[in-house]
């Protein structure tokens, strides 16, 4: 695996000052028709005697997105997504790029629009420009003479009908906007050179602040098409392309192949010709194959993901005209600009008088280059495939932030968040996403109030129970990381976020939602019960929200604990006080169906849902036996709307802390399986996206749960070792911690006894099960061992 050459600052060292001008086009550029972003393109050529091992380092930023190339080669892409009012410029290593000669260096800007959407998720000025600094050998890359430039024509950017967020269909037409500018021979004596920041005419427009990019850049793999699915027209001989050859097609042919990656994932695309002027290619992305949609993106019907004789691929194509001038030595190459998210793509080849030689397509998948070193195996076969497809979601829903779904949103909401850095953390110590994310969301909203649902995002929503979930994502980074120093910068936001809260808070102790209105949206989850009303709950006319008072209950909670942490005392019991006296009062309020034994999801009329009772658990208002009793009754009812994967990390959770384990059900996952998928899908009502990492469970369940490994003390300084029980004959694996890797293996002796063996830094106490017989602990300098047995209760339960 390997990434874009982008350089991590080392701890202490003096990154440069990235205050200064930024280039620009000596005249404002034109739009597009019925594009949504303006281009632009700067390349120099650089002489170079000899090349050294030596970095040569060039600091890129630019509005609204760039991709720099050096000897036609991609190096890097960026900025990183603005936080807040904050931009980030990337450190771009260029030298391993370099060969003694002539050296091209092409940097293509993209800047979306202030009046269309565009990529939503990409914040914008408005105001095209590039920053450049830095040196290349005698060459300072930071002045405008070293550079030539050009406005883009013959490129628009789409805002699609399936990816209607993001802004990246393009319509490109090879004559005027190929990729001959990245050769060396390219004539740009027609490029003008770019204007400094206070020449340009939109000069009034002040630049944003800049930092340096706290994340490192994507992966870079090549990855090989698995196989061609279907063909328009099985006379062509579509294996060649497998085998690496080209492919050649006839004027006056209009024909189709679908290729098939093997599974989904996030790749940046990039197709080649020769000659065949005036061919029209197309390049369709599709998650899977499926029936004709009911109402297209929203509500699709999906079966076996696999299945072309009933099915068909649908989404928004790319299209290239090519120019001709390709040749075998250096044949013309379209890439659309961003990645694209696919199982499937349908190449469409539409040949003008000329025949088109058509090249392999090539794949290059990309996402966050998480370090991964948590494991996890046990006796069961199916949950391996449950981890493998959980961790291949995960991966292709992180890349500049974490993503809700990368083929039609790439937006990072905050409860698919917080399910999704509680995973990485159980697989990785490399925490940089989760903190951008912490600080995406503390930065976002209203200072004195919510977050937003969503950040970065161009178009504000507030999702209110989303705000907190953004407190208990920050109680689990304290949990896992204990970073100190930079949790005491969100205390005031927290603070802001549950004041809101308190606001909202009745006499008799339900949170009052304000109305589903403009950018407000009283999102719970996406279940049946709940279509029409796009996954609200009936709130009634009072708008008594049960499901948020139990979520503002915990959310307090989860504040005490990091306040705690951050050593305020009397903040943490300030907040547990105002915890039990809401818990307190709706404990023995209206929610509570006396009749049916459930909560209601208001403060009348008949329980609606699951997630009443799962809420009531989490925050703590009903615990022990009776937590046990309304899970297993409100799990096997069929008349309450049930969790989705949304919310299965909140049931998994309520379940386990109920100690109704066996009421955990995967079939959902299977029946994913059996449809073909390979990653897990958004939700059964729309049935619209097929990656979505909230359904990623299994990577905390295993290991917080079956083998029973889970933070007791900030910073993983105490961990409780607790494996749920089990039918498995054994599990395995590792959790790493800031204290080094925590490894569980335990075994089954007979029906009902399980030997446990704990590893962990010698430093990190160890807390078994309180069920914990026979224990023993053996500790030297470096490590302890402790075990253990436990019996399980899981076939008595």
């Known amino acids: 695996m390997r990434s874009f050459d982008v350089v991590q600052a080392e701890p202490g060292v003096q990154l440069p000052d990235l205050e200064g001008p930024w280039f620009g086009l000596p005249v404002e550029s034109a739009i597009e028709p019925d594009s949504v972003a303006t281009s632009m393109r700067f390349r120099t050529q650089l002489q170079m005697d000899s090349c050294s091992d030596a970095p040569a380092v060039l600091y890129v930023c630019a509005d609204s997105r760039y991709r720099l190339s050096v000897n036609q080669e991609l190096v890097a892409v960026g900025p990183a997504k603005a936080s807040g009012s904050t931009w980030f410029a990337d450190a771009v290593d260029v030298g391993p790029h370099l060969r003694p000669g002539i050296n091209t260096i092409g940097i293509d800007v993209v800047s979306y629009t202030t009046s269309a959407l565009g990529n939503s998720s990409v914040p914008r000025m408005g105001r095209p420009g590039l920053l450049v600094r830095g040196s290349i050998g005698e060459t300072d890359c930071s002045k405008p003479a070293v550079w030539k430039c050009q406005p883009v024509a013959g490129r628009q950017f789409h805002q699609g009908h399936y990816t209607l967020f993001l802004g990246i269909q393009e319509t490109v037409d090879g004559e005027s906007s190929g990729d001959a500018w990245l050769q060396p021979g390219f004539n740009d004596s027609q490029w003008q050179q770019p204007v400094l920041n206070e020449q340009w005419p939109l000069a009034f427009v002040p630049r944003p602040t800049l930092a340096h990019r706290p994340i490192p850049q994507l992966t870079l793999d090549p990855t090989p098409v698995a196989a061609i699915s279907t063909t328009s027209n099985d006379a062509f001989e579509w294996g060649q392309l497998l085998r690496g050859e080209s492919l050649q097609i006839p004027a006056g042919t209009d024909v189709s192949v679908d290729l ?164 990485s953390l159980y697989l990785s110590t490399d925490d940089r996403l989760i903190r951008r994310a912490i600080e995406d969301f503390a930065a976002s909203g209203d200072p004195m109030g919510l977050t937003e649902s969503r950040a970065p995002s161009v178009e504000p929503q507030f999702i209110p129970g989303f705000s907190l979930y953004w407190i208990q994502m920050v109680a689990d980074h304290v949990a896992h990381v204990g970073d100190r120093s930079f949790t005491e910068r969100f205390m005031g936001r927290i603070d802001a976020v549950l004041r809101q809260f308190d606001d909202w808070v009745s006499a008799d102790g339900f949170v009052i939602s304000p109305a589903d209105d403009g950018p407000v949206w009283n999102f719970v989850d996406w279940t049946d019960a709940w279509r029409s009303t796009m996954g609200v709950p009936d709130l009634g006319p009072r708008r008594a929200n049960t499901i948020t008072t139990f979520m503002y209950i915990n959310a ?75 899970l297993r009754r409100a799990t096997a009812d069929e008349e309450l709307a049930p969790c989705s994967y949304a919310a299965a990390v909140d049931l998994f959770d309520a379940l386990r802390q109920a100690g109704v384990d066996d009421c955990i059900n995967w079939k959902p996952w299977e029946d994913m399986l059996a449809a073909n998928l390979t990653t897990w899908a958004e939700d059964t009502v729309s049935l619209r996206s097929d990656c979505h990492a909230w359904g990623s469970v299994p990577l905390q369940h295993f290991p917080r749960y079956i083998l029973g490994i889970s933070p007791a003390a900030p910073g993983f300084a105490a961990a409780t070792i607790d494996p749920a029980p089990s039918e498995l004959e054994w599990a395995k694996g590792t959790v790493p911690t800031p204290q080094g890797p925590i490894t569980v293996h335990w075994t089954r002796l007979d029906d009902e006894i399980r030997l446990v063996t704990v590893t962990a830094p010698a430093g990190v106490e160890l807390r078994p099960a309180e069920a914990a017989a026979d224990k023993a602990e053996v500790i030297n300098a470096e490590q302890r061992t402790l075990t253990f047995t436990l019996r399980t209760n899981l076939l008595n339960a």
């Open 556 to 630: 307090l909670r989860a504040a005490a604990s990091i306040v705690q942490f951050c050593g305020n005392s009397a903040i943490a019991r300030e907040y547990l006080s105002r915890a039990q006296a809401i818990a307190d009062c709706i404990g023995t309020s209206t929610a509570w169906d006396e009749t049916k034994r459930y909560f209601r999801d208001t403060d009348r009329g008949r329980p609606q849902s699951v997630h009443a009772q799962v809420w009531a658990v989490i925050s703590g208002v009903v615990s022990g036996a009776q937590a046990s009793d309304l």
């Open 260 to 423: 098939d990656a093997g599974v989904l994932m996030t790749a940046f695309l990039s197709a080649a010709f020769e000659g065949g002027p005036g061919t029209r290619i197309e390049i369709t992305a599709a998650e899977c194959y499926e029936e004709t949609p009911i109402q297209s993106p929203w509500l699709r019907r999906k079966n076996d993901r696999t299945d072309h004789i009933i099915g068909d691929l649908y989404g928004d194509a790319d299209s290239y005209t090519v120019s001709g001038d390709g040749t075998k030595e250096q044949p013309e190459r379209y890439s659309p600009y961003w990645f694209r998210t696919f199982r499937f793509i349908r190449l469409r080849i539409i040949t003008a008088e000329t025949p088109v030689r058509i090249h392999p397509l090539t794949l290059t998948q990309t996402h966050y280059p998480l370090e991964i070193s948590g494991t996890f195996a046990s006796s069961s076969a199916l949950d391996r495939i449950l981890w493998d497809v959980s961790l291949r979601t995960l991966l292709n829903c992180m890349h500049e932030t974490f993503e809700d779904c990368p083929y039609y949103e790439q937006l990072q909401y905050a409860m698919d968040t917080r399910s999704q850095a509680l995973f």
